[in-house]
């Protein structure tokens, strides 16, 4: 399963919906060093505790995932 993490990863996450949906994939949709903090450790945290890859657009830059009969298939952009 895919999440695409709310609100840039702020702390106003239910670790409980995580561990009932268990993600193997993590999308972070955030921008480079924001003043906000996102995302928060908080968030990484319950993300970590549950077991999903994350993956940020703040570090790997745009983020596809495309699903195929072997699975699903992750692609980035990069940062420059």
């Known amino acids: 399963m895919v999440v695409k993490v709310a609100h840039h ?7 409980e919906f995580y561990e009932a949906i ?3 994939l993590a999308l972070i949709s955030v921008g ?5 903090g996102h995302p928060t450790n908080r968030t ?4 970590d505790s549950v077991g999903a890859q ?3 657009t703040d570090q ?9 009969e ?3 298939t992750v692609s980035v952009s990069g940062r420059s």
Do not use: C, F, M
């Open 9 to 15: 990863g702020s702390a106003d996450q239910a670790a």
């Open 22 to 24: 268990h993600p193997e």
């Open 32 to 36: 480079e060093r924001n003043s906000y």
């Open 44 to 47: 990484l945290k319950i993300l």
């Open 54 to 56: 994350v993956l940020r």
């Open 60 to 68: 790997s830059g745009a983020i596809g995932v495309t699903e195929a």
């Open 70 to 72: 072997a699975g699903l």
